[in-house]
């Protein structure tokens, strides 16, 4: 069974780059099973570990285990994915609302949808993805992006970085996460100052996990824009699979203008820069400032001199 997980921050291209490889494997793309916006068995998970799950190698986690079960074990595609029922589910109290959807998922058990393989992704796992990697053994991939492109995408959809207040979004344990990986103290100032310092803050963590698993694939979106063929090649043979030519072609049939903040068809070579476009001079200025209080960080030679 061939099992690929993408993990990359929001806003970081990981749909396109997972839609791609589906189409090149011929095998189904398991959209966000753990993002509650896209699916609603998700929010018992989200009650318990937060948005972005704190998880260490052997933490039991039946409720987020619950979630990738049924794709990386049994490769099964199942998911509660009405706009309507997310909506109300995220009202409800959490007991009546986890009640509710595992009910759901225990009657939904019965139809699932078996595959070979399935090629998913997830955004908020920059936490987590060493005990998913532990436990269900997939091949990862880590997508970055430059940090002052996701920091535009985030703003320019009026995204901001969660605070304690945030109920919900970060798992417990995140201020010894932070001591584990380094990172420096969120920035005095403005709410564009915290934004940029969250984004540095997921892709340090993919970072330093990245380093402990050479045997995982490691993928620049801004240099696959550039470089689709040759960059897409060299992914495809780390991830021992090849790159046929209808994963060109479909690459050449995303390469276009879309409508729409969440479409996948893009004009590949503009995205590189897209932050010149999003940003103020004032903004990235106050972006980099952030940026580089993480020593030695990967990013350093996409951002201006």
């Known amino acids: 069974m061939i099992k690929i997980l993408i993990s990359g921050p929001p806003r970081s291209g990981t749909t396109w780059i997972a839609e791609t490889l589906s189409v090149a494997t011929n095998v189904p793309y398991l959209h966000e099973i753990d993002n509650p916006d896209e699916n609603a068995s998700a929010w018992p998970s989200v009650f318990r570990y937060g948005l972005y799950p704190i998880l260490q190698l052997g933490d039991p986690a039946p409720t987020y285990s619950g979630l990738w079960d049924s794709a990386l074990v049994k490769g099964e595609i199942r998911a509660l994915r009405s706009p309507r029922l997310r909506g109300a589910l995220s009202k409800l109290p959490k007991p009546l609302a986890t009640g509710m959807i595992n009910g759901s998922l225990h009657l939904s058990g019965t139809f699932g949808r078996t595959s070979a393989g399935v090629v998913t992704k997830s955004v908020f796992s920059c936490f987590s993805l060493e005990w998913i990697a532990d436990r269900y053994r997939p091949t990862v991939v880590i997508v970055r992006r430059n940090p002052l492109n ?3 995408s985030w703003r320019t959809l009026g995204w901001r970085a969660p605070t304690r207040a945030d109920r919900n979004v970060i798992g417990a344990g995140f201020e010894r996460q932070m001591e584990a990986l380094e990172i420096p103290p969120p920035p005095s100032g403005s709410d564009f100052r915290r934004l940029a310092w969250w984004i540095a803050v997921q892709l340090r963590a993919q970072e330093l996990l990245a380093a402990r698993h050479p045997e995982w694939t490691v993928v620049t979106h801004d240099d696959l824009c550039l470089a689709p063929g040759d960059a897409w090649g060299e992914a495809f ?6 790159f046929p030519q209808q994963g060109m072609e479909y690459l050449e049939a995303q390469d276009r203008h879309g409508d729409g903040p969440f479409e996948t068809r893009r004009s590949r070579l503009a995205q590189p820069d897209a932050w010149r476009r999003g940003l103020s001079d004032e903004e990235v ?16 030679r996409y951002l201006p001199g």
């Not at 043979?237 to 090849?242: A, K, Y």
């Not at 200025?285 to 350093?300: D, G, N, Q, R, Y």
Request: charged content about 20%; glycine content about 0%; cysteine-free.
């Open 237 to 242: 043979s780390r991830l021992e699979v090849e």
């Open 150 to 152: 996701i920091i535009s």
């Open 285 to 300: 200025s106050e972006a980099i400032a952030v940026l580089e209080t993480f020593p030695h960080a990967w990013w350093a």
